[in-house]
């Protein structure tokens, strides 16, 4: 289970340059060195062309093209967090929800629980207090809104 916030971006998901650079492996150093040497190359012969009007773009997207490859994480197989259970991380005590260990304050009447297909998540969002989302195992989805629907009736499930 992973606790995020959908209102605010999650600055955690890049490196900085050094660290980026520093995790490259030699060969995608070298690609990278040898993408910028062709970017510069076409950056020089669209300056000394009489249209120059798409100089600009190409050299703002080389740049950008360049960062992105260095400072990008790489893709985790499966999160870590993802693999502890939401059921266990649920409960209910004097009929307020409780997710792993937080409360759900007493105005927040309605959330949502849905599936996303391509990441291969499901969630629980309260878009309406925060933003706060608990995204777990898709394979959970049915038995949290079981769940949800049989122990927290007071609450608005809006099924996605």
Known sequence: MKKSNIFRF??????TFRAGWQRL???RKTIAVLSLIIWSTFCFI???SSDRSYLLILLVSGISMFVTYVTQRPPAAKD???NDSML???SVQHDRLY???EVLPANVKKLVLGKDHDRGVAFIQLAWNNGDEWQFAIDEYQAVAEYLSRYAP???VVYE
């Open 88 to 90: 266990a991380n649920l």
């Open 80 to 82: 870590a967090e993802l």
């Open 99 to 101: 997710i792993a260990g």
């Open 10 to 15: 999650n600055q955690h998901n890049r490196l």
């Open 154 to 156: 007071q609450l608005n």
């Open 46 to 48: 669209a300056g000394l």
């Open 25 to 27: 492996s030699r060969v």
